[in-house]
Every structure is written in structure tokens, then in C-alpha cells.
């Protein structure tokens, strides 16, 4: 499993990854995205890849979901 990662301090609200992936970013009022769900599916991710991709700052980034410790 993937995560999108957000750093809000370099969202400059361009709204780039809403328009490639709608299902996944929007831009508040604040002019900063929200993250509307943080974890692709395998189909989902070819637009997510596209949208860390064309962000202007690098605010985004897809990072491997790290597996639970095992227990004990
Ligand atoms: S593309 Fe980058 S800078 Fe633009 S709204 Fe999305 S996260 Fe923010």
C-alpha cells in the first residue's frame, strides 16, 4: 500500500493535483490542499503519480505504507 504525503508549508494552493486527481486533493480557502484520502488504490495511482509529479513545489511525495510491527 502507498500513502500520500502533504507538506503544507510548500502547498502554494496552485491546485494542480486537484485537477489531475479530484478524488484525492482540494484546495481550501486557505489556499492549501487537503489531503481527501491519503491512500491510493493500485488503479488510483497512476493520477496520484501524475499529481506528485506536476506539483510546482514538491509539496506531495508517495511513500511505501509502513507494516505494523508484528506483535511481541
Ligand atoms: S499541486 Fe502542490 S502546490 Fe499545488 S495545490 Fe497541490 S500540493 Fe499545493
Known sequence: M?????DG???????ACELLAPDFFEVG???VV????AE???RELRDVE???RQC????????PEQSPAPAG
Open 2 to 6: 502507498t500513502r500520500i504525503e502533504l
Open 9 to 15: 508549508e510548500r502547498c502554494v494552493g496552485s491546485g
Open 29 to 31: 480557502d486557505d489556499g
Open 34 to 37: 487537503a489531503v481527501l484520502r
Open 40 to 42: 491510493p488504490v493500485e
Open 50 to 52: 501524475e499529481a506528485v
Open 56 to 63: 510546482p513545489t514538491r509539496a506531495l511525495a508517495l511513500v
